[in-house]
């Protein structure tokens, strides 16, 4: 079964961007310094040799990674989205419920989350607690120390 993610035009080419850096620059980096080690004599005792196949074998796994998570990849089109509740790539401004302090966030793809630009993933707690709701709205959020509230006071795009 596939994970559909979905990303904003500027993260889906970044996400192609960091694919093409891997095949394009790091693998023949890593062949290059497989090729070097195994010039160095007998394998069985070099350890370079495996330290250099083992980096081969990593950057061969974030390849697959990243093609697996391009080809699941839905771009967004953020003209069709209802700016009535909040969806993924709406700006939403929140109060704590607990101690009024107010927030801004942007719901985003996994991908894409960066707190300290104030991007949230989609899955995450207050991602996910804040989705489907309206402006006015409570949204009843779980966190380790118990629950918070959080109304909703703006949504936009």
Not at 110 to 124: P, R
Not at 142 to 154: K, R
Request: aromatic share 4%; hydrophobic share 35%; net charge negative.
């Amino acid at each position: 079964m596939s994970n559909i993610s979905y990303y904003t035009e500027e993260g889906l080419k970044k996400l192609k961007d960091e694919l093409n850096h891997l095949k394009d620059v790091e693998r023949p980096k890593a062949s290059n310094a497989i090729a070097e080690a195994r010039d160095k004599g007998d394998l069985s005792e070099n350890a370079e040799y495996d330290a250099a196949k083992e980096a081969q074998g990593m950057l061969e796994m974030r390849i697959s990674k990243l093609e697996e998570r391009l080809v699941n990849a839905r771009m967004i089109d953020e003209s069709q989205l209802d700016n009535s509740k909040v969806l993924v790539l709406s700006k939403v401004k929140i109060r704590n419920k607990s101690n009024g302090m107010t927030m801004d966030y942007m719901i985003v793809a996994d991908g894409e989350a960066d707190l300290s630009k104030g991007k949230i993933s989609v899955n995450s707690p207050i991602g996910k607690g804040l989705l489907g709701k309206s402006v006015g709205e409570i949204a009843k959020i779980s966190v380790p120390t118990g629950f918070i509230d959080l109304e909703i006071l703006e949504i936009s795009r």
